[in-house]
């Protein structure tokens, strides 16, 4: 049951360090061009908050989309391993986390 918990944890990581990676390449491009587009006479104004670009939208869209979709293969895992159980170890699930086996798979730890 750890080790379910863990390897789904390390798949959400690694899931959100990638896309994470992605934006920080795509802001450090964009970054590199309104350096260049600014001249040094110009008296630097504070920025205000805007949109980020549309490329980083795009990349926070699909972060979104594989985190519903893994969240969901992670719900179907804890299904299965549920249905594996005994009534024993059924009862140590509930033991463990104060809520029934099956509870626990739909929602998760």
Same mark, same amino acid.
């Given at each position: ?6 390897? *789904? ?5 690694? %899931? ?11 802001? !450090? ?20 908050? $805007?949109?980020?670009? #549309? #490329?980083?939208?795009?990349? %926070? ?10 969240? !969901?293969? *992670?719900?179907? !895992? ?7 159980? $005994? ?12 809520? $029934?086996? $099956?509870?626990? !798979?739909?929602?998760?730890?």
């Amino acid at each position: 049951m750890e080790q379910l918990a863990q390897q *789904h944890k390390g798949e959400n990581k690694a %899931m959100e360090d990638a896309i994470d990676k992605q934006i920080d390449v795509i802001e !450090a491009a964009l970054g590199g061009e309104l350096a260049e587009a600014t001249q040094p006479n110009q008296r630097k104004r504070k920025k205000r908050n $805007s949109k980020p670009p #549309e #490329e980083v939208m795009e990349l %926070m869209r699909q972060k979104r989309t594989r985190k519903r979709e893994l969240k !969901a293969q *992670h719900k179907e !895992a804890r299904a299965a391993f549920v249905a594996e159980l $005994s009534n024993q170890e059924r009862l140590v699930v509930q033991e463990t986390f104060n809520i $029934s086996a $099956s509870t626990w !798979a739909g929602r998760g730890a």
